[in-house]
């Protein structure tokens, strides 16, 4: 496979990438901030995209904040962004349920392993959910759980669905329910499977890590609604009505990103040298994926803006 | 492969394979009992194989009860048992860990999770440990936690050792704590990988459930003290000084209990159908391990008592 074509500091070369696509996915952490550190130039980069007519959206596997809650944290690092630009698994997961999965009564209800910002996508999309935040998961197992778990009259005979988002309150509780849910024949899906969640500059267990003992536990996999997931891509082209050779992924990580823009047929692919992932890896006769350009970091994009 | 002998109703072939042996390794659920109910004829049948000058030891890959606390099981049950013939995945890891690793200071203390089976064990060894059941891990992240485990501040610097066991109290801090300590370089260590656990006539999530989120975070595989790791089998033979030709293993598992009678060249081994595997299981083509006997139930082996 060709290796990427570098950008950084090549005005010409950035010029003619800008004037291939006319929409941008961007991955968030790691291309525009790390954690709470925002980088250097990327508002003035952004807008730079925006001044010559490219449509932005902000694609992000962190399923723990809905849509508006993610769009605060663009709004305290100062960069300026809709509420429809932006894209976050729990939503993407959202619409997959509301409008693919179309989940009929009685067997209509999700269990939900997950943080608010799944309910609140959830709840968006009127589709009926237990599990979650709810403090009466939150809590250590009883004799009276082990019972009513095992011969099921603690479950709820309503719930068709479990999903598995990064939930930061998991316990052995919720994850006895969502086990015996899957056992009953519910479908299986997670916001993402990210093995890790990027935070304080260092690695915390990830979406993946709420899954995967389900996985363990059943043999199933899950259908995953974020990157590189294509029924993330389906969801992203249904919303945005975008053209799919006109369009660029930008991201850190070649296992999510990279791959997700590759397989979605994207025009092109961009990589950045600020998150997860370095030049070395692309390089690696195992690479995940090989993107088609990179740059060192995304605000060398603005070369081309002098 | 040789299909199994069935032993039940044959008290000339029964006669032959109980004196084909001086020792019976027997898992315990599903073999003697299954959660709380003891099978019919349990204490008569052990009681008849002692009178007939075997030794019989207790195996089990449970690991949320020391030995002593596992003996507490074997009276209510109504089963006579001596402390020093029960051997389970706690007290595996605990000789694995002061007699094979001989972890020195300043790097010799153990990130528990895991229930006081496994503290108990492990201070019968002298080995000191933190997390496991004290309740200052039992509890939500908060800011402080996030900063201090990512700059490692929190984390303590003579931990060398992660061992993960069955943790009902299993949560986010724990599993941010024995993730940061493997990206540290401590070895990785599990009880057993059951994926499930059996109780109430249904499944839990197993001590697997607990290891694997780290095995996806790390990439890493844990050493697995219990069935049907080796170095279970190694340590029951240092400690028993058995003749393997003439010791056989009972169990209702063919991936656990089975497996590990013929990778450790048992003299035999005897499959009962009281548990999780059936008949079905070992005449497939991707039986995990065909045993050399099977009877329908243990105490069919009375049947040569007559």
């Not at 130039?41 to 449509?55: A, D, M």
């Not at 499977?193 to 996985?215: E, K, Q, R, W, Y």
């Not at 590189?228 to 850190?252: H, W, Y």
């Not at 600020?274 to 692309?282: F, M, P, S």
Request: glycine letters at 8%; one cysteine or more.
């Amino acid at each position: 496979m060709a290796l990427p074509q570098h950008l950084s500091g090549d005005v010409v070369a950035i010029n003619a990438f800008i004037d291939k696509f006319d929409v941008f996915l961007l991955d968030c952490d790691g291309v525009l901030w790390s954690g709470d550190h925002l980088f250097e130039g990327i508002v003035e980069t952004l807008e730079f995209l925006r001044s010559r007519g490219k449509k932005t959206v902000f694609v992000t596997n962190n399923s723990t904040k809905s849509r508006p809650e993610y769009q605060k944290k663009f709004t305290a690092m100062g960069i300026p962004s809709d509420v429809e630009e932006i894209f976050g698994s729990a939503y993407s997961s959202a619409i997959y349920i509301s409008r693919i999965l179309k989940l009929e009564p009685p067997k209509n209800k999700v269990f939900v392993l997950g943080e608010a910002g799944i309910e609140n996508e959830l709840r968006t999309e009127n589709v009926p959910f237990i599990g979650g935040t709810d403090p009466s998961f939150r809590r250590d197992m009883t004799p009276e759980d082990w019972q009513g778990i095992a011969d099921g009259s603690l479950l709820d005979p309503e719930v068709g669905c479990v999903l598995a988002g990064l939930d930061f309150h998991v316990n052995y509780l919720k994850l006895s329910h969502a086990y015996q849910y899957l056992r009953r024949g519910a479908v299986f899906l997670a916001t993402n499977v990210d093995s890790t969640f990027p935070m304080n500059h260092n690695f915390f267990p990830g979406a993946g890590s709420i899954s995967v003992p389900l996985i363990n536990m059943t043999g199933q996999k899950p259908v995953a609604l974020g990157k590189p997931s294509q029924a993330m891509m389906d969801a992203i082209e249904g919303k945005f009505q975008l053209n799919r050779e006109r369009t660029c992924m930008v991201g850190d990580r070649l296992d999510t990103d990279i791959k997700f823009g590759i397989e979605g047929k994207l025009g092109g692919t961009l990589a950045v040298l600020t998150g997860v992932n370095k030049q070395a890896d692309w390089e690696a006769k195992d690479a995940a994926a090989v993107p088609a350009f990179y740059v060192d970091k995304l605000s060398d994009l603005r070369a081309a803006a002098q």
